[in-house]
């Protein structure tokens, strides 16, 4: 049996998605900025899957600006807003995507920037309290955090922060990787400035992204050399791409109520299994809360144990494919920077995520569990 379990690193491309993209790879193959006809109904295409993400979202489309994926929309938000607005001081987590936490380390390290990390707590939740002294005692800020932690699973208060962001008059960036496609946004009532997108983690294709500006947050350009996309991003855009992209976010927003049912199911599932099984076993950060956590992730601790270093290899040779990290590993001082990052982390737990999709199946986490309860089991006879 062959099982997918890593659904926040990549999903799988929806049937529908690629039947939207093929015409753009075989008929309607123009350039968009090209003024003939192969080129105006190629740029026609273009703004109108653009007019279908703004709408998704609530906002203009005048406000959304495709890219090759969230990092790049990461890196433009950050760096970009750091230059056009002249900004001294930036503030994000010990938790976030390397895209945001490694691109600030960066400008800190050049001096463009002081860098403040905001404290978190044992489960990962952002202590509101050190965000708002950080933001009272640093003018001109850019705070760039994470909607849903993409290994812990936790969901950030963009409102909240929004609000306090507002209040300082500090530029506020939300990774939104994670919760796009998983989540609704509502850009008429969120207060950010900037928020981005994958097409590959809501079952669209890989390499195509876009980044969403406020319309009273303009930037400069990230990436020079041509007058694409409204003169925000250089380069031939990637067609077929952003087609797939504004089908399968349409599919996801249709669909999301159902999916979110399904998937919140297995979730529950496998944690109820887990617990019952498995002797000594707990959740990362806040993903066995529903209510705070991306329905699509679950973070297993493990009781401490031989098996840790081994772990995902003996799970992809039972043909289970999940990803995982733990503070430190044997030998190494590698691993997951954002269990690190845990107060009171215990480094000899073994960590596994599991994600989910809609395509997942409960036999699939019926499997997944068996597997892993039966190699501790194992385990356990050859101590004995």
Not at 90 to 97: D, I, Q
Not at 149 to 173: M, P, T
Not at 189 to 207: C, E, N, R, S, Y
């Amino acid at each position: 049996m062959h099982v997918y379990l890593d659904n926040a690193a990549t999903t799988r491309l929806d049937p529908e998605v690629l039947e939207a993209m093929l015409p753009l790879m075989t008929e309607e193959f123009g350039n968009p900025s090209s003024i003939h006809s192969h080129g105006r109904r190629v740029r026609a295409a273009i703004e109108k899957a653009r007019k279908t993400v703004a709408s998704l979202l609530n906002t203009s489309p005048a406000e959304i600006f495709f890219t090759s994926g969230g990092t790049e929309a990461d890196n433009t938000a950050i760096r970009s807003s750091i230059e056009t607005f002249g900004l001294t001081h930036a503030v994000t987590s010990p938790l976030e995507h390397h895209a945001v936490l490694h691109t600030l380390e960066h400008l800190d390290k050049q001096g463009t920037v002081k860098l403040n990390l905001v404290r978190v707590d044992e489960q990962g939740r952002i202590d509101m309290t050190h965000l708002d002294e950080l933001l009272r005692n640093n003018p001109r800020t850019l705070v760039s955090l994470m909607h849903g932690n993409n290994e812990i699973g936790n969901l950030l208060d963009l409102e909240a922060v929004g609000r306090l962001c507002r209040e300082y008059k500090a530029v506020f960036h939300a990774d939104t990787v994670q919760t796009m496609g998983h989540f609704r946004h509502d850009l008429q009532q969120l207060p950010v400035d900037f928020i981005v997108g994958a097409a590959h983690k809501f079952h669209g294709p890989k390499g195509v992204g876009f980044l969403y500006i406020n319309a009273d947050s303009r930037i400069h350009p990230f990436i020079h050399g041509g007058s694409q996309e409204r003169n925000m991003r250089g380069g031939t855009e990637n067609v077929y791409g952003i087609i797939g992209l504004a089908k399968a976010l349409e599919i996801a927003y249709r669909d999301m109520d159902e999916h979110r049912r399904h998937i919140e199911g297995l979730k529950r599932r496998m944690i109820g299994q887990l617990r019952e099984r498995l002797d000594g076993v707990s959740f990362n950060g806040m993903s066995e809360d529903l209510q705070n956590s991306l329905y699509t992730v679950l973070n297993v601790s493990l009781p401490p144990s031989d098996l840790s270093d081994m772990l995902l290899f003996n799970l992809d040779i039972a043909g289970i494919s999940a990803s995982g990290g733990s503070a430190c590993t044997s030998g190494s001082n590698l691993g997951s920077h954002v269990l690190s990052a845990l107060p009171g982390n215990d480094p000899e737990r073994g960590a596994i995520r599991f994600s989910f999709s809609k395509y997942t199946t409960e036999e699939e986490i019926d499997y997944a569990v068996d597997t892993l309860v039966g190699l501790f089991q194992r385990e356990q006879s050859m101590i004995r």
